[in-house]
């Protein structure tokens, strides 16, 4: 669920999922998804219509459902889905991969592993070809890396938990 534009402080920054209607002389038409609002962006670039996240846009100072697009604001499309043919995997704290070797076997591919050990890392890189982003998911740079990897493949995210307390690695 994304948040009310209208309930967001003039000149914060925030992302959100919306479907751009259309464009016209750099303003887009927006329909918010989840909750259901209709806004308008300034200062956009000349897009498609579709379905994007937007991320690191701004509430503008004016009194409406508007948002103003500051340098380093990113438009990412969602690419329609091809048929059934695929599972595309993103894992998240991936530790040594280990969702990612039982989902390998069933035929799935993994496209990104993001891990903030130094040490993981290292060892995903020796046992797979597919990305590695080093980083923490509370980085927006970090999420709009994965963004880029999602492919237009069905998607299944996995996500590992911290190693327990008698790990040789510790938390």
């Given at each position: 669920m994304d948040l009310i534009?209208?309930?967001?402080?003039?000149?914060?920054?925030?992302?959100?999922?919306a479907y751009v209607v259309?464009?016209?002389?750099?303003?887009?038409?927006?329909k918010g998804l989840s909750p259901p609002q209709d806004f308008k962006i300034g200062g956009a670039p000349d897009i498609q219509a579709g379905l994007y996240t937007i991320y690191d846009a701004m509430r503008s100072q004016e009194d409406c459902d508007c948002i103003t697009v500051p340098g380093e604001t990113e438009f990412h499309v969602y690419q329609p889905k091809r048929e059934f043919q695929n599972v595309n995997i993103?894992?998240?704290?991936?530790?040594?991969?280990?969702?990612?070797?039982?989902?390998?076997l069933l035929g799935m591919r993994t496209s990104a592993f993001v891990e903030r050990s130094a040490l993981a890392c290292d060892a995903l890189?020796?046992?797979?070809?597919?990305?590695?982003?080093?980083?923490?998911?509370?980085?927006?740079?970090?999420?709009?890396?994965?963004?880029?990897?999602?492919?237009?493949?069905?998607?299944?995210i996995t996500g590992g938990f911290?190693?327990?307390g008698f790990s040789s690695q510790g938390d």
């Open positions: 534009i209208s309930d967001q402080p003039h000149g914060a920054q925030f992302s959100l999922v259309q464009y016209d002389n750099g303003i887009l038409t927006c993103i894992d998240l704290c991936s530790g040594m991969g280990g969702f990612s070797i039982g989902s390998n890189r020796a046992n797979f070809t597919s990305l590695v982003i080093e980083g923490d998911l509370g980085d927006m740079q970090t999420l709009k890396q994965l963004h880029v990897h999602r492919g237009n493949d069905f998607l299944r911290p190693c327990q």
